[in-house]
């Protein structure tokens, strides 16, 4: 039923349940969007340093920004920001260490083509390279501005937050899933699927 080297829904729920687990315990809940408002906090220190304001205060710093979004949680992401070596970034490197970890022992290996253009939206879209990035572009801007806007991402919401019963993250679940289940059986259903 599953290709070789492939997890089924099982053992893929225990091992991000097992994730879920140490995190809470060793650190923090996860989540990986606030990374994104982070690195742009960076960047945008480089282009304008007083952006992530810094002082001293009874021996400890105190961080501020002249921006709301940047100083809202006693300006987590500029301290974040100042110090990006942290819990946050570590998580979203190990995000992608595991990528290469699964495809060198064994994981999925789609050939060129297949990376281009996978075969389901082959199915429903035709070979078309620039319309797939076009829309991942589009998908993955719209994604995170969401996520940021709902103040946490899928991982954050409805693994770490519906894990804690988060009525914010019940809600933000509740969203998803009520937009995007209609909206991919309209779109796809348009284009002839059956899936």
Not at 147 to 169: D, E, F, K, N, Y
Request: proline share 5%; hydrophobic share 45%; with cysteine.
């Amino acid at each position: 039923m599953y290709p070789k080297g492939e997890w089924n829904w099982l053992k893929g729920g225990i091992a991000l349940a097992a994730v879920a687990v140490a995190a809470f315990l060793l650190v923090k809940p996860i989540g990986v969007s606030t990374q994104f408002a982070v690195v742009d906090t960076m960047i945008w220190e480089i282009i304008d340093p007083e952006i992530v304001q810094v002082r001293e205060e009874n021996g400890h710093k105190v961080y501020s920004s002249p921006n709301a979004y940047i100083n809202k949680s006693q300006a987590s992401y500029a301290r974040a920001a100042d110090n990006p070596i942290n819990y946050g970034l570590i998580f979203v490197l190990s995000i992608i260490g595991g990528v290469v970890l699964s495809v060198l022992t064994g994981g999925p290996k789609p050939n060129r083509e297949e990376r281009k253009v996978p075969e389901g939206f082959q199915r429903y879209f035709g070979y078309n390279p620039a319309l797939r990035y076009t829309l991942a572009f589009i998908g993955g801007v719209l994604t995170l501005y969401g996520a940021r806007l709902a103040g946490g991402c899928t991982s954050g919401h409805m693994i770490s937050g519906i894990s804690q019963t988060a009525v914010s993250s019940l809600l933000f679940a509740a969203g998803v899933f009520a937009t995007a289940i209609p909206l991919a059986i309209w779109l796809y259903r348009q284009r002839g699927g059956n899936q």
